[in-house]
């Protein structure tokens, strides 16, 4: 298949391809990256190590991926979307059986050299088949209940993969990443009205089956949803992260306490304080302005991609770019609303801000996916 | 395929529709975001920034140095040491294990210590001092300070811990510190007091004594220091520090080194003394014996001592000068003697005749002489200490005008003193009997009470003060506390009893005969040196009923009587015969005579404090010169000033 098919008029090749990567999107991403960099050097009191210099070390190694997977022609990646959808269902089958546990989780895959956490690689993955599903759907079937019933199982299989390990936040993402997608690619709204109805119940019907022989989510998982409906009811145990990360964030103020200077993060007060609850420790030495601050650049990276999507007249383009912009904003937005206590602690963490290699990389290739897609728009 | 873009035209423009709407939600739901940070952080945030801080510092107690305690001439007789201690902390020794036994190798530590310091050492953070022995010599502390590098995580820390100089002799006035008890802060006298730093673990309060009366002044108030924590409670800094103040200092009226000279004199016997300065009510000595060693509680006394003290049928721990109470047997004459003058029922000359005995009502009183003293008046009667005399006036004057005499010069009251379990004693009179015991008052209780038996009961104290206030004829009140700070407290010295002056007279002349006069009861315990003589009346209080057989029989001699049944030896005094300047009272338990066993004893401690230290030896009989001269060099070696109980052991 050849790129002439998309009845370019022009496309940049070889190195040539570095001038039409979107620049702003790659300088945002270092940006919050940088960021990262900052709160982890000073959650490690003032040390580069233990966690600021891997961090580094995979954001050169991220972006270098980035710069690669844009490289490579869209069409590429389009034509791969099935078989990265099936790697990462492997992959997710894989952590099933040889999986490592922690915390009582088992979502990661030992891999020497870093563990791999494989529903971050199926969001992504997701997004790529999704897209390409509507790209290659005759148009008018795309509202057609059949037709939209097989992109629901696509989401729903790896979903369910993920929430047995158990990984709520990831499986959330999944169906909301999906959801997003099939509402870009034009789905009729009643069948997301549906949906909506159906969810409410669902949510009825959770809360209705504990306690009862087919509870349906894990106790632990009840406890959570409690403790965010009243995290003051158990300050000292399971509200105790939430409490303290709210004291955190809110003692910050409007300036912050100053670089290395928030107290409930120095004196360990504040739990997971270099992956999940890393905004809090920003929240509370960075104040109000340095909080706004990482929305705001988050919001810019997430109106460059909207941008780049809407101005690409191509369909599978379109809708990654769009896909991963939305994955990208569930991702901050829901860390943001668990930490500030708008939502139940499901465990995601901020994106490339948080510790952690398989979500920097997975999300990192996923931009070189928008850069690829911007490089190679039909002009 | 050809992908015409053309086609697209109207999924496109749906697409751009649905990006715009998600777009619009997702900056909508920053928005929300944004808002709910901005009513976090600056709305709320000083409610937050409280919170913090609450969660980073705590606030520990500065325990204050206790108020030290002084007796009348500044000797320290409750001081605070310097306790070292040596302490380990888990995270920073490596092999505890290791690290404990070069420490034994060292310095000596009892095993049972060790062991308690790894029992808590596993209880324990890894980063809590953990206190593995105290009260550790100085050379301890030196062989560890020396070898700092071998023991890591062990350090040698200073604290502050009570320590009683005069060790056994002031125990029951002084009292003792220990660490505060459930008891004391649910029941006990601390169950009203709020100071925070009675919730120290182990803090020091007092148990007894004036340590406990005088508590809430020796304390101090406590400092504080703000320090900060992390989320464990490790200490990560100290933020600042306002000191406390120290306890305030008490001056006693105490002399110790006479203290410690009657504690001396009473060695070996079962008994009480108490010595009051007629100038002030200074109490100069308050004795009882035998006693204990108040440090031995402060270091945690051992059970077996525990057990001893208990176990001694002499009772160390009870405070017999001021809480032991006893029948005061003939020195309560006078009480008797003063309420029958007083009311002017008899006439001193007036003469009783006395053949040994008096019946009342059918019942047979005997005078302690058999044979009887014929005709008696008032100055013979308290001189020979005949007991006839006094029923019979006894029973003209009646028991509630003697009462009231016998609260006049301070007995049957609680003085109120800083000391524990002073006892109110008992002066009856007829609605006593009524209230408590729901009985008449008879006649022959009357009888009884003449010459303090039956239902009358006195301490030491008490018979002191009687004494004090007879030779003054004003109403002296006992003072411990001479200062606080610096501050003199009131004098004990108080106005005229309303006593005639007349009567006094006759019965302070009929107390110099008792030992001055040859035919006196203590005749044979006066002061021989011409310049100072003394007054007193002996008293020998039974403790059982003479039975008619065995009156017939002969009395049992006190010797021949297990010690508990033997009569209780009494003596109180006043020295010198013109402007008295000391009052002394004296019981042994079950001593036997008063004339014989308490009046020497009553003697030498009134020398002593008129001399402030080693009498001339012609004051005492010259049989017993030898005798007196041996035991004062015992005692001055004792007592040497400023000699501490580890010197003298």
């Keep these: 298949m050849s790129y002439l098919e998309y009845n370019t008029k022009y496309l940049p090749t070889g190195p040539r391809k570095l001038f039409f990567l979107n620049w702003p999107l790659i300088l945002l991403l270092t940006a919050v990256a940088g960021v ?33 997977v844009a490289m490579v022609p869209i069409w590429f990646w389009r034509n791969m979307a099935v078989l990265a959808y099936l790697f990462s269902l492997a992959l997710l089958l894989a952590v099933e059986f040889v999986g490592v546990e922690r915390n009582g989780s088992q979502r990661w895959l030992d891999l020497g050299v870093m563990d791999l956490q494989p529903s971050e690689l199926m969001k992504i993955t997701l997004v790529m088949l999704l897209a390409a599903y509507y790209d290659w759907l005759p148009r008018d079937r795309t509202s057609h209940p059949l037709w939209v019933l097989f992109p629901v199982l696509l989401i729903l299989l790896p979903t369910y993969m993920v929430l047995s390990q158990p990984d709520l936040g990831t499986s959330l993402l999944l169906v909301a990443g999906g959801g997003a997608m099939m509402f870009f690619a034009g789905v009729h709204w009643a069948y997301f009205a549906t949906v909506v109805v159906a969810g409410v119940s669902t949510v009825f019907a959770v809360f209705k089956s504990r306690g009862a022989s087919w509870q349906i989510l894990q106790d632990y998982q009840y406890r959570r949803i409690d403790t965010f409906l009243d995290p003051a009811n158990d300050p000292l145990g399971a509200g105790y992260h939430i409490t303290q990360a709210k004291i955190a964030l809110g003692s910050g103020g409007w300036t912050g306490r100053g670089f290395m200077q928030g107290t409930q993060s120095r004196l360990n007060f504040l739990p997971e304080k270099h992956t999940d609850f890393i905004f809090t420790t920003l929240a509370e030495e960075f104040g109000f302005i340095g909080a706004i601050g990482l929305l705001t650049i988050y919001m810019l990276i997430i109106f460059f991609c909207v941008i780049s999507a809407l101005t690409n007249r191509d369909r599978f383009a379109s809708l990654l770019t769009l896909g991963v912009a939305t994955t990208f904003f569930l991702f901050f937005a829901l860390n943001m609303a668990m930490v500030t206590g708008l939502a139940p602690v499901v465990g995601v963490p901020l994106p490339l801000v948080s510790y952690g290699g398989s979500a920097m990389l997975v999300l990192m290739g996923a931009f070189g996916l928008v850069q690829s897609a911007h490089v190679h728009k039909p002009r | 395929m050809r992908r015409p873009i053309k086609d697209d035209g109207v999924l496109q423009a749906r697409m751009t529709r649905r990006a715009l709407v998600i777009g619009g939600a997702q900056l909508g739901i920053a928005g929300a975001l944004g808002l709910r940070m901005q009513s976090m952080q600056i709305e709320q945030a000083a409610q937050f920034r409280l919170l913090a801080e609450e969660n980073r510092i705590n606030i520990r107690l500065l325990p204050p140095a206790r108020g030290l305690i002084f007796d009348l001439n500044g000797r320290p007789i409750a001081e605070n040491e310097q306790n070292y201690r040596v302490i380990i902390v888990r995270e920073d020794a490596g092999d505890v294990a290791e690290t404990l036994k070069r420490l034994t190798d060292l310095i000596e530590i009892d095993p049972s210590n060790i062991e308690r310091t790894l029992e808590e050492l596993d209880k324990r953070s890894p980063f809590v001092p953990i206190t593995i022995a105290d009260r550790l010599p100085w050379e301890d502390v030196a062989k560890i300070n020396i070898n700092t590098p071998a023991l890591p995580g062990i350090t040698a820390e200073v604290g502050l811990s009570r320590v009683y100089p005069w060790g056994a002799d002031l125990a029951h006035v002084v009292g003792y510190v220990g660490p505060v008890s459930d008891y004391d802060l649910s029941q006990g006298y601390l169950s009203d007091d709020t100071d925070p730093l009675l ?199 009646g028991i509630d005008k003697m009462a009231i005499m016998a609260r006049k010069l301070g007995l049957g009251l609680r003085h109120d003193l800083p000391l524990s379990a002073v006892a109110k004693g008992l002066a009856p009179d007829k609605e006593w009997k009524a209230t408590t015991r729901g009985e008449d008052w008879r006649v022959g209780d009357t009888v009884n009470a003449s010459i303090g038996q039956g239902y009358v009961l006195s301490s030491p104290l008490q018979l002191a003060v009687m004494t004090a206030r007879i030779a003054t004829g004003r109403e002296i009140t006992p003072r411990l506390i001479k200062s606080i700070d610096g501050i003199e407290q009131p004098s004990g010295l108080g106005p005229s009893l309303g006593i005639n002056e007349n009567n006094l007279r006759r019965v302070r002349q009929s107390m110099v005969d008792v030992t001055n006069h040859q035919r006196g009861t203590a005749y044979s315990a006066r002061i021989l040196a011409s310049e100072v003589k003394m007054a007193g009346k002996t008293g020998t209080s039974q403790v059982r009923r003479i039975t008619a057989e065995e009156r017939a029989a002969g009395v049992t001699r006190n010797e021949d009587l297990p010690w508990e049944r033997r009569d209780h030896a009494l003596f109180v005094n006043y020295a010198p015969l013109d402007n008295p300047r000391f009052a002394v009272a004296v019981i042994v338990e079950h001593g036997g005579g008063g004339s014989t066993t308490a009046a020497p004893i009553a003697r030498d401690i009134t020398l002593q404090a008129l001399y402030d230290g080693t009498p001339p030896l012609d004051a005492y009989p010259s049989a017993v010169r030898g005798r007196i001269q041996e035991q004062q060099d015992r005692i001055n070696a004792m007592i040497t000033p400023g000699a501490t109980v580890q010197d003298r052991a």
């Design chain 1, 36 to 68: 990262g960099f900052i709160m982890l050097y000073s959650v490690a009191g003032g040390s580069t190590s233990p966690w600021m210099e891997p961090q580094m070390e995979r954001f050169g190694f991220g972006l270098g991926l980035l710069i690669v």
């Design chain 2, 199 to 397: 919730q120290i673990p182990k803090f020091q309060v007092g148990k007894t004594g004036v340590e406990a009366k005088q508590e809430r002044m020796l304390r101090g108030s406590a400092g504080t220091k703000r320090i900060e924590v992390n989320a464990l409670g490790r200490v990560m800094r100290e933020l600042d520090r306002q000191e406390g103040t120290k306890g305030q200092d008490l001056q006693l009226t105490i002399d110790a080194r006479l203290q410690s000279y009657v504690q001396a004199r009473l060695d070996g016997q079962s008994a009480g003394a108490v010595v009051i300065d007629l100038e002030n009510g200074d109490l100069r000595a308050v004795c009882s014996a035998p006693t204990f060693d108040a440090n031995m509680f402060v270091r945690g006394i051992s059970v077996k001592d525990w057990t001893d003290l208990n176990e001694n049928k002499y009772r160390p721990l009870a405070a017999k000068a001021v809480q032991g109470i006893y029948p005061p047997g003939s020195t309560f004459k006078m009480v008797t003697a003063l309420a029958a003058l007083e009311d002017g029922v008899i006439d001193a000359e007036e003469t009783v005749y006395c053949p040994g005995h008096t019946d009342v009502f059918g019942t047979r009183f005997h005078c302690w002489k058999r044979v009887g003293h014929g005709n008696i008046n008032l100055h013979e009667s308290l001189k020979q200490s005949c007991d006839c005399y006094y029923y019979d006036i006894s029973q003209r004057v």
